[in-house]
């Protein structure tokens, strides 16, 4: 059952947003919206501001023109909400905290003063744990998590206070292929059960697929909305990434792109 009713306020909204940084114009009148619940990548060329939306929606940067919303308010004012697992989460964490208290620090670290954690937060960071099938992970160091097992340590950390919203950055960077479809297949389950809208951040698209609703793709120094059918076009992705990408098909149907 999901946490989280869908209603007719949207998870994201820019309405003819810029943002410029350092002198430098990133990207520029770019309104879209991002319904709650869905499953939505973000992507662009090295350079093209990725990171800089990231922050954006975070309220972490400020826009030089236009207006954003984030469920309703401001950037920054429901961070609180936002459940984010960063690409390099095992160079945040330490390496001696076992899996249930780095869990237990995504309730914890958003709190003033120290103390014993409550049999509430404890149930929660078993529920979390359980959510990407990581309830065995609870009592072993991070590490001697595989990369794939420390993945579903930080997707717990990132729900453990019940998010709107998850951001990801690269969260299938550096895993192998069974490590991949795993995390994907967790990812899945989030979205069906969970209702979070879940934005991640991906160089490679096709592990996730099967599963994403849209992307907002960075072209031509513009933020960019659409269906993920529309975005997975070779012509598009060709001149996004200023190299030949070829989309086809599998034998069962499925899109998937490739280099050539």
């Known amino acids: 059952m999901s946490l989280y009713e869908s ?9 003819d947003v810029s943002v410029v940084r350092g002198g430098r114009t990133i990207w520029s009148d770019s309104t879209l919206q991002v319904d709650a619940g869905r499953f939505v990548a ?13 922050k954006v929606i975070l309220g972490l940067v400020p826009v ?3 207006t954003v919303r984030v469920h309703g308010e401001r950037p920054g004012v429901l961070n609180n909400e936002i459940g984010y697992v960063p690409q390099h989460y095992d160079a945040i964490s330490s390496e001696a905290i076992r899996g249930r208290d780095a869990v237990l620090l995504g309730l914890t670290g958003r709190r003033w003063g120290f103390g014993r954690p409550s049999a509430a937060d404890r149930r929660r960071v078993d529920e979390a744990l359980g959510w990407v099938d990581a309830t065995d992970l609870a009592d072993r160091r991070l590490s001697e998590l595989s990369g794939g097992q420390r993945q579903r340590i930080a997707l717990a950390s990132a729900l453990v206070a019940h998010p709107r919203m998850l951001i990801l950055d690269e969260p299938l960077a550096s895993l192998d292929l069974r490590n991949q479809h795993e995390i994907v297949a967790v990812l899945a389950r989030l979205k069906r059960e969970l209702g979070v809208t879940i934005l991640v951040v991906a160089h490679d698209l096709n592990p996730l697929l099967a599963i994403l609703d849209s992307a907002i793709y960075l072209l031509d120094g513009h933020a960019h909305h659409a269906a993920i059918d529309q975005v997975v076009d070779s012509e598009l992705l060709t001149h996004m990434y200023g190299t030949p990408i070829k989309v086809a098909h599998t034998l069962q149907g499925d899109l998937y792109m490739r280099s050539v």
């Open 64 to 66: 030089a023109k236009g």
């Open 7 to 15: 209603g007719a306020e949207p998870a994201l909204t820019f309405d």
């Open 42 to 54: 973000v992507i662009g060329s090295n350079g093209a501001g990725k990171t800089t939306l990231l």
